[in-house]
């Protein structure tokens, strides 16, 4: 059977594709298409979900076969990226999409795929065709932009941020190939700030046993500079931008400095310590926002903390809220960054809503 409407959801069965799964099936709004390698696990999630509602459908797709790819992305309006390791995927389901008249979200992408998209005149390819393209539409990068542009919306003249993204969770072995390549000058900087409108390198220490609002325990904060946080810069004008990736257990910082040192790609280990963690500490995963205004002396005049049990939800969660303003024709046609084209307010009054989600803002 086609499914010439249909959003399609690669990865559909892993940790942040089964949650845009359920979430489009509760909107309802298409058939949807539950696609990867692996079809009985596509099959199993397709009978764990609820009756009624739109149709689903089950595809087997190897992303490494780009006429398997051709065909699945021909039976869909949208294409909705949830398949992994994001930088070694890269451009290859975004260009299938393209060929075949979808549109596409990408959970991941950030800036290796959209420069990748852009090189050539290929963003120019998009809005010609019509077509759009959004990428970092996840926990982060995605909400972790959005989160503190709706801060940076409410104040009068914000001029500096601190931010502290992370927590303890089980790595799939996607998110683990994810963390282990996302390294070198297309992802940020370790130890630089953001200051008076350009990057700073080594101008910022790690901050130990730090007790945060977003986290139950004192965590380990290590300065890291990424592009996301740079655009985020640009985007709202704010002169100072101090960002922090947060470890709540030592055993996974050691392993990737481990890792990185020796330039390995092999991720077991990187699951294994991200377990080890979650023995000892639990799991839990924290956003936290301070934002000055006007002045940068004192305590900040804003804070807005999010508490979750994962990072996969709430990157479901942006996903199909990015697939639901594409498919609202809410978006130009062309390549975007989820946070450059969702409303940061509206997606903040959304995230507010969801049982599994604590956030406060102060």
Not at 16 to 24: E, F, H, N, W
Not at 217 to 224: L, R
Not at 261 to 284: K, M, N, P, Y
Request: charged content about 20%.
């Amino acid at each position: 059977m086609q499914h010439l409407s249909a959003i399609g959801v690669i990865g559909g069965y892993g940790a942040v594709g089964s949650a845009v799964v359920r979430r489009l099936h509760r909107a309802g709004v298409h058939s949807l298409l539950v696609a990867g390698r692996a079809a009985d696990r596509a099959e199993s999630l397709v009978a764990s979900l609820p009756e009624g509602g739109p149709e689903v459908g089950v595809r087997a797709v190897d992303l490494t076969d780009p006429d398997s790819l051709d065909h699945f992305a021909a039976e869909c309006r949208l294409v909705v990226n949830c398949a992994g390791p994001s930088y070694r995927v890269l451009d290859t389901v975004a260009r299938a999409a393209l060929r075949n008249g979808a549109d596409y979200v990408d959970a991941a992408g950030d800036d290796p795929v959209h420069n990748l998209l852009s090189a050539d005149g290929g963003a120019e390819r998009w809005a010609v065709a019509e077509r759009v393209a959004v990428l970092s539409a996840g926990a982060l990068p995605g909400l972790s932009s959005l989160l503190p542009r709706a801060l940076a919306a409410r104040a009068t003249g914000a001029v500096a941020l601190h931010a502290y993204v992370g927590g303890v969770a089980p790595l799939t072995p996607a998110a683990a190939g994810d963390v282990l390549l996302a390294r070198g000058p297309e992802h940020g900087t370790p130890a630089a700030t953001w200051q008076d409108g350009r990057l700073r390198e080594r101008a910022l220490e790690p901050r130990r046993q730090v007790r945060l609002d977003a986290f139950p325990a004192p965590v380990d904060a290590f300065p890291f500079l990424s592009t996301e946080a740079i655009r985020l810069a640009r985007a709202t004008g704010i002169g100072q931008v101090r960002w922090y990736t947060v470890f709540g257990g030592g055993r996974l910082a050691e392993e990737l400095a481990m890792a990185w040192a020796l330039d390995s790609t092999e991720t077991a280990e990187l699951i294994a310590a991200a377990d080890e963690d979650v023995r000892r500490h639990g799991a839990w995963y924290g956003q936290e926002f301070h934002l000055w205004d006007g002045v940068t002396d004192g305590p900040p005049a804003a804070r807005l903390v999010l508490r979750a049990a994962d990072s996969y939800e709430l990157s479901g969660f942006l996903a199909a809220t990015a697939a639901l303003r594409v498919l609202r024709g809410g978006i130009a046609p062309g390549v975007h960054y989820a946070a450059d084209v969702l409303d940061p307010l509206e997606v903040v009054e959304d995230l507010a809503a969801e049982e599994a989600v604590e956030l406060r803002a102060f």
